[in-house]
């Protein structure tokens, strides 16, 4: 038997377009807290899913317990001792907190010739796990009463009832209250203490460094290294993940921020839970960026500006005149652009050919007698952007879908372009697209905002936020709670605006 | 995975199975009856097909945006008793208006589209305002135009149209080119147009490849599916006033399942049941298929039964076929 428990070696994974793993690696010792760390794109989340059969890797061997296995699926790795709490839970509100527990392999009693689940040992269960993860509540109600801290503890229990040996925290603490993350450490190290292997996936320094106890660095679906955690330093961990000095990361910024041309005042959404009395204002040739934790509602705030979504306050002023915007078309008349952060579900249209897709919010420019299309003037538009975006296709005829990720998102800007809007709200604007075409769409940002065009950037990633705007909103739970000049911004003090909570 | 350019003949045989297949049906009709590959005989498939081919093209709009419309034989009856009921012969004795005044056949063509318009509009607004389902909308509004045409023509068959009436549908140019094929070919090159030209056409492509991504990129997406719903209307009605006086009578049997054979129709011509795509000519193709079939079988003395197995069993490999072909680039 080996010093280690589970052995992932050689990993690759494709995805149409883009190698998401290619030879990656993890080895895990018994009773240690073993931090995955990388980017945003990395392949952290995508090395979990191939151990936790989510995904079949294409290359690759996993051995546990020093035996080679192959996965099938979630229930068998749940079966092996193999256990993942995800980024984003997926609770079934509607049952009771023992179901979510046990759904998919509730204990069974025999009633006479039929085989039904066992309500009392299920729940009698459920009660120790929860325990064991210092949750008192009652295994038989919903699930939905829970917040979502708890229900993450849910989860962990889940893993605990599995008896596991490897458990997966995949962004445990990105919507946790600093006592709710304590509270979690507290169970991590006893689980710790009991032998269990913890892969712990996470893009806070402090944390890493204060729980972990070795550091695996991915970049770009590729391994890195290993290193123990002690004596590992922030700065030497940033420069392994991005793999270059921070500051040649980005393109150098021209622009000079001008008067301000796009106000917000007290805007709220008709949802209490969501973005309220938002404030803030945008100027001439600016790079702001949104920062916040899951479920701060940037998102939401920034769609509520486009009229995707309804507020009940609020004004829009832009150029000292009141903007009335209650669909995406009065924002588009008045000259902002939205670049939606899920590119597939709301920005391709993916059957559709790239031309397509880069008029479509423009087609009323290429009308030859308000009626027919202009077929050539349409080509010569989608011809000037491939050349000037650099977007690699065959043809204009070619299909979205068959874009890599990075060339999708420069159509989707393109689309925009073609309408010359003066405020550009990009949303996660290099969400799942690698790094050299990251660098390309900076460029992009770099230089629409030296034009003079007013740049909304959200993005989860601190380093591109710190890299890149002039300055950095930041909001938690809904609210905007405050703003840091780009030049003094860093990772404490955006954080400690961000976990700002009531 | 790299994708060959060169020619791939089983990719060519299982994208255009059932095509192939009507193709080489017809050849063995060909050869093994008589009469079959006469001038009549094609004279009678283009007659067959040109109200089919402008309700499939009405209907088209309403699956590329990953809709359906199961009102549309209704309306077609509906459109043809309303015809019948206008352009009786003035000195027939069993006229159903008696006070109807002679009016043209074409005057009452525009009453009829327009009468259905209203009708696909309000399909449109049903399933676009108040988000009904397309299935279950036209659903209904399927049950409530047969219950009208049943209450307008208190349930009476009619017959004893006009000259003028009965010649749009039975008369040609020079004996060779029916006139029911000009109303097939100005639609057709009509919807084309619309397809690939106008705004219209590029927002249906693009409500139906993602009609969350069109929203945002600015599309109204309400008016533009409220509009394809009452263009698909006007089609049925002019389908029902070509089926009328190719019949030469109508009752509120009239149309029934035309429908399905739309659907089944496109569907064969490649309009995808996931939306998006979806192309004029692979329409007419789609009909082409659908309307040799039937012939062949009637000419091969095949039982009516068992045409319609024959027609249920080609309607669902088409689409297995074109899910296959979606399926496959996962």
Redesign the interface.
């Known amino acids: 038997m080996s010093e280690y428990r589970l052995e992932m070696r050689d990993v690759v994974k494709t995805f149409p377009g883009v190698k998401a793993l290619d030879h990656a690696q993890l080895k895990l010792r018994p009773g240690t807290v073993h931090a995955l760390m990388g980017e945003n794109g990395a392949g952290k989340s995508t090395l979990m899913k191939c151990m936790f059969g989510i995904y079949h890797m294409d290359e690759g061997s996993v051995t546990y317990e020093g035996e080679q296995v192959s996965i099938s699926g979630p229930l068998d790795a749940l079966n092996r001792g193999i256990a993942m709490v995800h980024q984003e839970l997926q609770p079934i509100p509607e049952r009771s907190i023992g179901e979510n527990i046990y759904v998919g392999r509730y204990p069974t009693k025999r009633l006479g010739p039929i085989t039904v689940v066992d309500h009392e040992k299920m729940y009698a269960d459920a009660a120790r796990v929860l325990e064991e993860v210092h949750l008192n509540y009652d295994p038989k109600a919903k699930l939905g009463t829970l917040s979502v801290s708890q229900m993450q503890l849910v989860e962990i229990a889940k893993a605990v009832s599995a008896d596991c040996k490897v458990l997966i925290l995949d962004e445990p603490t990105s919507s946790l209250t600093a006592a709710e993350v304590e509270a979690l450490f507290t169970i991590v190290g006893e689980l710790r203490s009991r032998g269990v292997s913890i892969v712990y996936i996470s893009h806070k320094m402090d944390e890493i460094l204060r729980i972990s106890d070795e550091v695996t660095i991915m970049r770009d679906g590729q391994y890195i290294g290993t290193w123990d955690a002690k004596g590992l330093t922030t700065d030497f961990i940033i420069t392994k993940m991005v793999g270059r000095e921070l500051t040649n990361l980005y393109p150098k910024r021209e622009n000079v921020p001008g008067e301000a041309v796009f106000e917000v005042e007290d805007f709220t959404s008709i949802n209490p839970k969501s973005f309220r009395h938002a404030s803030f204002q945008l100027r001439k040739g600016e790079i702001l960026g949104v920062a916040g934790l899951v479920g701060a509602q940037r998102t939401e705030l920034m769609e509520g500006l486009?009229g995707?979504r309804c507020h009940s306050a609020g004004r829009i002023v832009y150029k000292g005149k009141e903007l009335r915007i209650n669909q995406?078309?009065d924002a588009?008349n008045n000259g902002i652009a939205?670049l939606?952060e899920d590119r597939r579900?709301?920005?391709?249209?993916?059957?559709?050919s790239i031309a397509?897709n880069v008029?479509?919010?423009s087609?009323?420019q290429y009308?030859i007698g308000g009626?027919?299309?202009d077929?050539g003037k349409i080509e010569k538009l989608v011809q000037d952007n491939v050349a000037k975006l650099s977007i690699k296709t065959p043809s204009s005829k070619t299909l979205i879908?068959s874009l890599s990720g990075g060339n999708q998102q420069k159509v989707l800007i393109s689309?925009w372009l073609a309408n010359d809007p003066d405020v550009f709200i990009m949303d996660e604007p290099t969400r799942g697209i690698d790094v050299g075409a990251k660098y390309e769409i900076y460029c992009i940002i770099a230089a629409l905002a030296k034009q003079g065009k007013s740049i909304i950037m959200i993005s989860s990633e601190m380093g591109e936020l710190i890299g890149m705007a002039d300055r950095i909103m930041v909001m938690c739970d809904g609210r905007v709670t405050g703003f840091v000049d780009g030049k003094d911004a860093n990772q404490e003090n955006i954080m400690a605006l961000a976990t700002q909570f009531e | 995975m790299e994708k060959s350019k060169s020619f791939d003949l089983k990719k060519f045989v299982s994208d255009n199975a059932i095509i192939l297949l009507v193709v080489a049906l017809a050849i063995i009709t060909g050869l093994t009856t008589k009469n079959f590959f006469k001038p009549a005989n094609f004279k009678n498939l283009v007659i067959n097909m040109s109200p089919r081919f402008i309700i499939a093209c009405g209907v088209s709009g309403c699956l590329i945006t990953k809709g359906t419309d199961l009102s549309a034989g209704r309306q077609v009856g509906l459109a043809a008793c309303l015809s019948a009921m206008m352009l009786q012969s003035l000195d027939y004795s069993a006229r159903m208006l008696p006070w109807m005044p002679d009016i043209p056949w074409w005057l009452a063509l525009i009453i009829v589209m327009i009468a259905m318009g209203i009708i696909g509009a309000v399909n449109g607004v049903v399933i676009s305002m108040l988000k009904v389902p397309p299935f279950i909308a036209t659903l209904g509004m399927q049950t409530i135009v047969y219950g009208a045409c049943q209450i307008i023509t208190n349930n009476q068959p009619m017959g004893g149209f006009k000259e003028s009436y009965l010649k749009v549908a039975l008369g040609s140019v020079l004996n060779v080119l029916p006139y029911l094929a000009i109303f097939a070919v100005v639609v057709g090159v009509y919807f084309w147009?619309l397809y690939n030209?106008?705004?219209h056409g590029?927002?249906m492509?693009?409500i139906?490849?993602?009609e969350?991504?069109?929203?945002?990129?600015?599309?109204?997406v309400t008016a533009t599916i409220i509009r394809i719903y009452l263009l698909a209307g006007v089609m049925y009605g002019l389908a029902g006033f070509l089926v009328g006086a190719k019949a030469g009578g109508a009752s509120t049997a009239t149309g029934f399942g035309y429908e399905l054979e739309a659907i089944a129709a496109c569907t064969i011509g490649g309009v995808?049941a996931?939306?998006?795509?979806g192309r004029v000519g692979g329409i007419l193709i789609g009909v082409l298929v659908f309307e040799a079939l039937k012939i062949c079988l009637q000419f091969l003395g095949v039982d009516p039964a068992y045409t319609y197995i024959a027609q249920g069993l080609v309607i669902i490999i088409a689409v297995a076929l074109d899910l296959r072909k979606y399926l496959a680039?996962k």
């Open positions: 486009f995707l995406p078309k588009i939205l939606t579900a709301t920005g391709i249209l993916g059957v559709l397509d008029s479509i919010a087609l009323n009308l009626v027919m299309l077929d879908q689309r | 147009f030209k106008t705004r590029k927002y492509y693009a139906g490849g993602n969350s991504a069109a929203q945002v990129a600015g599309v109204n995808s996931n939306g998006g795509v680039k």
